[in-house]
């Protein structure tokens, strides 16, 4: 059987359901998507990462620094030379039990990455340390 093209599926999935020839049997047909048979949606959270290095601050090592506690969705471009933080977008199951420090290395040393995530209140931005319920 020959499978239809995309706009043929989308046809028929505005249908409610399909009769079959029998009294009892009823199909339904709707499109894929990346999230059937998904568990769940990840959280996600602006975090503030310190103590990466200056010279160190390429998109691949804030991506590979941010991995470290989840996956990295959006790096802030005018945070990334900035002298105290970098601003990171990170999914995880949970952004609150993302750890305070994480060590990884960079090169041949071992650093320890402090994470600080950001949260919005109104106008008002507030920074708390990891861990900490609200």
Not at 97 to 104: L, R
Not at 110 to 118: G, K, M, S, W
Request: glycine share 6%.
């Amino acid at each position: 059987m020959r499978f239809p093209n995309a706009k043929m599926v989308w046809d028929w999935s505005q249908f409610k359901c399909l009769a079959m020839m029998t009294a009892d049997a009823y199909m339904k047909v709707e499109q894929w998507s990346p999230k059937m048979g998904a568990k769940g949606v990840l959280d996600q959270a602006w975090f503030r990462i310190k103590d990466i290095p200056a010279d160190q601050r390429s998109i691949r090592t804030i991506a590979k620094v941010g991995g470290l506690v989840g996956k990295v969705m959006e790096i802030d471009e005018k945070t990334r030379f900035r002298v105290d933080y970098v601003r990171v977008k990170i999914a995880c199951s949970d952004v609150q039990k993302v750890p305070k420090t994480a060590e990884a290395t960079l090169g041949i040393h071992i650093h320890d990455f402090t994470f600080e995530r950001e949260v919005h209140g109104g106008q008002v931005t507030k920074t708390l340390s990891s861990g900490i319920k609200i």
